[in-house]
């Protein structure tokens, strides 16, 4: 049982004090009602999407549930500079947006949580190109780009 009972104990006085049932909470942004009173009890974590659907009903930053969840170092270089952790959203292409997460990484000390949920969320805004892999990554018995040709098999 993981123990979060700093966060936990926040998010239940951040919704206390805007008036809100758990189940209003999962009506406004689809966090099931349990898994909210769970996070507010300490016994579950929850992952940065979660913190991304809470963090608009409870009237705070995402980037804030991000340091009180102990994804993001809380140091007043950090403080108010969610749009840097963004930053990648405005890249052109996946590559350069995996590029600029690898310096995110870096340069924020992000946990491997953060690193995997800002992999789904370039992957979600720009998708994964067309042929990408094929039968050299994949073998010859299954689908992909042809970017070898059978005849380089034998």
């Known amino acids: 049982m993981e123990n979060n009972n700093g966060l936990g104990k926040c998010l239940k006085s951040l919704r206390e004090d805007i008036k809100l049932s758990t189940r209003q909470v999962q009506l406004a942004c689809g966090v099931n009602s349990s898994y909210v009173s769970q996070i507010e009890r300490g016994s579950k974590k929850p992952s940065p999407a979660i913190l991304e659907k809470l963090a608009p009903v409870y009237k705070v930053s995402y980037e804030s549930l991000m340091i009180a969840a102990g994804y993001l170092p809380g140091n007043k270089e950090m403080s108010g500079n969610q749009t840097e952790l963004n930053s990648f959203l405005q890249e052109k292409t996946l590559g350069d947006a995996l590029v600029r ?54």
Not at 110 to 121: G, I, Q, R, V
Request: aromatic share 12%; proline share 7%; no cysteine.
């Open 101 to 154: 997460i690898s310096e995110l990484v870096t340069e924020l000390n992000l946990s491997p949580e953060t690193l995997y949920y800002l992999w789904d969320k370039a992957i979600e805004k720009y998708g994964i190109p067309k042929g990408f892999g094929g039968k050299a990554a994949h073998g010859p018995n299954n689908p992909g780009t042809d970017a070898l040709k059978e005849d380089e098999f034998k």
